[in-house]
Nanobody, 116 residues
Framework: QVQLVESGGGLVQPGGSLRLSCVASGFIFSVYVMQWYRQAPGKERELVASISSTGGSTNYADSVKGRFTISRDNAKNTVYLQMNSLKPEDTGVYYC?????????WGQGTQVTVSS
């Protein structure tokens, strides 16, 4: 049974930090590109960051470059998103995604709210 379980979301003040985690099971994690998406209320889901299967290559949306860092630990089947200098516009549900060829797996999402 494939599972992606996100955690680490919550309420944080502008300028604060959060670290999201996504633990995978039920598939060969180490061959999958892992990604973080987010969806703000009333908006489409957008790609925030991605990391290659080995962790050697990362990409970020322009809106989060320099503030967010994606990483992975293949021994723990876990992908992380370190979010610093958070802004109110970072608010949304953050989803973990695993992608390999035509296969996509999704987590249930974790809420991040940036507000004073």
């Amino acid at each position: 049974q494939v599972q992606l379980v996100e955690s680490g979301g919550g309420l944080v003040q502008p300028g604060g930090s959060l670290r999201l985690s996504c633990v995978a099971s039920g598939f060969i994690f180490s061959v999958y590109v892992m990604q973080w998406y987010r969806q703000a209320p009333g908006k489409e889901r957008e790609l925030v960051a991605s990391i290659s299967s080995t962790g050697g290559s990362t990409n970020y949306a322009d809106s989060v470059k320099g503030r967010f860092t994606i990483s992975r630990d293949n021994a723990k089947n876990t992908v992380y998103l370190q979010m610093n200098s958070l802004k109110p516009e970072d608010t949304g549900v953050y989803y973990c995604n695993g992608r390999w060829l035509n296969t996509n797996y999704w987590g249930q999402g974790t809420q991040v709210t940036v507000s004073s």
